[in-house]
């Protein structure tokens, strides 16, 4: 038996391995990759390291084995049919007689479009008859604080999100909770909604980005629209640009506040604060 992590070398997908890590012997972590080259520094550390693309059905084929976990990641193919992408490891995992796929999917409020795709995998994983855990992670803070670069250059935070809330964690917060799922017991067929204990507003996000920095940084709302506009003027083709903006309209709304309280009961700890990401932002 294994434990399988999809994406292995992605963002969210390295941060999984690494805690996994601290739990599991390395020989019971298979770490999924396109390029095996990023994941030399598991290789050395005892990881199976397992080469297959989701846009490549037959690379999935005798990777699973009978009783293994198994953490799909989302693809970050927006052009490319995710729910296909995915349905490839749903099918794999079938074969095989997983004991569980968990999935990183999206919010269940939420509407914007870039939840589409999570929602068809949610449905093809509940119609494949595989035992599945779905963990509905909510935003990152990194989404705000990795790229701090044009909001230290204009002193301002631009969003079109209005007085809209986000229950936001660390990324490191909801790799902990799949770690939970994928070393645990009883997490089948289950639904967790996940997201940081204290929703902020942009507003809230510029005051506290103006103590860290000494500067006066402001939060200037606009339409999504014009942040459609403005993201396509930073080079994100047109189509990603306007899926991105549309979920400042979801938050707007209300659809990124998560009130569960799932992710910190799944880690055991609270949840990471923004404030606490926007200094390692600052310091990096």
């Not at 999206?106 to 494949?128: F, M, N």
């Not at 067929?189 to 204290?198: H, I, Q, V």
């Not at 083709?237 to 306007?242: K, Q």
Request: glycine share 10%.
């Amino acid at each position: 038996m294994s434990i399988v992590v999809t994406g292995a070398t992605g963002h969210l997908g390295r941060l999984v391995v690494e805690q996994l890590l601290e739990k599991v012997p390395a020989g019971e972590v298979t770490a999924v990759v396109r390029d095996e080259a990023k994941a030399a520094s598991f290789a050395a550390r005892g990881v199976r390291i397992a080469v297959a693309d989701y846009n490549t059905p037959e690379s999935f084929d005798s990777l699973f084995a009978a009783g293994d976990k198994v953490l799909l990641i989302s693809g970050n193919e927006f052009d490319k049919g995710r729910v296909q992408q995915h349905q490839v490891v749903i099918d794999a995992a079938k074969a095989a007689g997983v004991a569980l796929l968990a999935y990183t999917s999206a919010p269940g409020p939420l509407k914007a479009a870039l939840a589409d795709d999570h929602r068809g995998t949610e449905q093809a994983l509940r119609a494949s008859g595989v035992p599945y855990t779905l963990l509905r992670n909510g935003w990152y803070n990194e989404n705000y604080t990795e790229n701090l670069g044009p909001v230290l250059e204009h002193n301002a935070v631009v969003q079109a999100a209005g007085d809209g809330r986000v229950s936001s964690a660390a990324r490191a917060d909801y790799a902990c909770a799949a770690v939970a799922v994928l070393t645990g017991e009883g997490h089948e067929n289950a639904t967790y909604e996940l997201g940081g204990d204290e929703a902020w507003g942009f507003a809230e996000f510029a005051a506290e980005l103006s103590r860290q920095t000494g500067k006066e940084i402001v939060y200037n709302a606009v339409s999504v629209e014009d942040l459609t506009g403005i993201l396509a003027g930073a080079g994100i083709p047109g189509p990603v640009a306007a899926i991105l903006a549309g979920v400042d309209a979801s938050i707007e709304k209300g659809e990124l506040v998560v009130t569960s309280g799932d992710l910190s009961r799944l880690t055991g700890r609270p949840t990471t604060p923004l404030a606490d990401s926007i200094a390692v932002a600052l310091k990096g």
